[in-house]
């Protein structure tokens, strides 16, 4: 579902020797020619950890992502609602898998991706931090998060790491039915009693800011995204992406007949762009460091159901082995047979 | 926690009859039949395939994209490979 802006600038690189610096020479040329990078290709070692870390926190999020909306299967309003969230939630596991595999060819193993998330070492998108407490909240994730997610997720599929970039054309084309059904559940809502679009406009005013602050911190103060840039892995700012999102998503709200939950938010007819108010930075800062209103509710579900599914993990390696074993066996007594 | 690693499998699907398997993805799974069932959950849920392949990413054995000249670069210059090479009057028509 998504991927946020939250990698630290990386320190650790080692200093680099003529050798090194003549192959990061070329290693940059080919990144501008525009050719992707392959997982046996050379790359610098920074490149590779910035990679597998943003990989990495893009498939905890899908994972993560899972459980808000998982909170709604057993209680969706119709059949057709109940099958369509169903498909949708298979689906984020479905992408935090491409993604995993992405990531792994890195040189990182799944397991210790896992262990990352469940140890609370990795980080994943904020957005999954707040509660989705009424069946508007559904709408409003797959209107607004997925929305917001498309925004980040299209230029990713044009990043110059082959195997992110081809798991980002999978995951968009998949990505367009979340946004339209939730936008269709926001539409209904609306069209439904005065209750049913009070419920739509209080996910709205819930929701607008922390899907602003998907997109990450302000341009000024996110250091990473030059090299970033240069990598040709983001191809636009946090900003620019921002403002994208805001002008593509207010006329929807409109149409809905709903408001948005901010003072300031305004057309500006020369640039024609929509201009929006602050963003609080602190709390986004907070529910990061761990303090959102989910983030151990959903951490601890995440180390539950890993630790829920060890005996199966268990189980199936065991038959793995003991079918392995038996058809040696068998392959064995028919030589001996023969002989 | 030191569990223990479960083997990664390439997946390949042939989308419709008449084109090859292509490469899709892969993933993890204990043996044959779990690979294509979890081939089947992760990779087609939208009608991508009529066929799956699923092939243990241990067995393929790939070239080093470090040797791509000493490989492919002599084929360069074999011109006398390819029909353009070879002048054929108009009167002759299309050949």
């Not at chain 1, 910035?50 to 309003?77: C, F, K, Y």
């Not at chain 1, 989705?132 to 909240?137: R, V, Y």
């Not at chain 1, 000024?220 to 921002?242: G, T, V």
């Not at chain 1, 995440?302 to 392995?324: L, Q, T």
């Amino acid at each position: 579902m998504y991927t946020q802006a939250l990698n630290a600038r990386d320190t650790t690189a080692p200093v680099a020797g003529p050798e090194e610096a003549a192959r990061a020479d070329r290693f940059q040329a080919r990144i501008d020619a525009e050719e992707r990078i392959e997982p046996n290709d050379w790359m610098p070692e920074a490149y590779r950890r910035t990679l597998t870390r943003q990989i990495s926190q893009h498939a905890h999020s899908e994972i993560v992502g899972m459980l808000p909306e998982g909170n709604w299967i057993t209680r969706a309003p119709t059949l057709k609602r109940k099958a369509a969230l169903l498909a949708k939630v298979q689906d984020e596991a479905g992408h935090g898998l491409y993604l995993y595999s992405a990531a792994e060819t890195l040189g990182t193993s799944r397991e210790e991706m896992f262990d990352q998330l469940l140890a609370g070492r990795a980080k994943y998108s904020s957005i999954f931090n707040y509660p989705t407490l009424t069946w508007a909240d559904i709408g409003a994730i797959g209107w607004l998060v997925d929305g917001a997610a498309i925004m980040n997720q299209i230029p990713l599929c044009r990043c110059s790491y082959g195997p992110y970039a081809r798991a980002m054309v999978r995951v968009c084309k998949e990505e367009s039915f979340h946004q339209r059904q939730g936008y269709e559940i926001m539409l209904t809502l609306c069209r439904g009693t005065p209750e049913q679009k009070a419920m739509a406009q209080d996910a709205l005013n819930r929701w607008w800011w922390p899907c602003l602050m998907m997109f990450g911190p302000p341009d000024a103060e996110s250091q990473h995204s030059d090299q970033s840039a240069k990598w040709k892995i983001k191809r636009f700012s946090n900003d620019e992406l921002r403002q994208k999102f805001v002008d593509a998503t207010v006329p929807q709200g409109q149409y809905l007949g709903l408001t948005f939950p901010d003072p300031d938010l305004a057309y500006d007819e020369a640039e024609g762009r929509w201009r929006y108010g602050t963003i609080d930075w602190e709390e986004f800062k907070q529910v990061l460091a761990g303090n959102g209103p989910c983030n151990r509710q959903r951490m601890k579900q995440r180390r539950d159901a890993h630790a829920a599914g060890a005996w199966v993990r268990e189980a199936a390696m065991a038959h793995a082995a003991k079918r392995a074993r038996r058809a040696e066996a068998a392959k064995a007594a028919a030589l001996q047979q023969a002989a | 926690m030191a569990e223990q690693k479960i083997p990664l499998w390439e997946v390949f699907i042939r989308s419709r009859n008449g084109l090859a398997h292509k490469h899709v993805g892969s993933l993890h799974a204990v043996d044959a039949t779990m690979a294509l069932q979890a081939a089947r959950d992760v990779y087609t849920r939208r009608g991508e395939g009529l066929s799956l392949w699923v092939v243990p990413s241990a067995a393929i054995v790939a070239s080093d994209p470090a040797d791509k000249d000493v490989m492919f670069e002599p084929t360069a210059s074999k011109i006398y490979r390819h029909p353009t090479f070879y002048e054929v009057p108009d009167e002759v028509g299309h050949m």
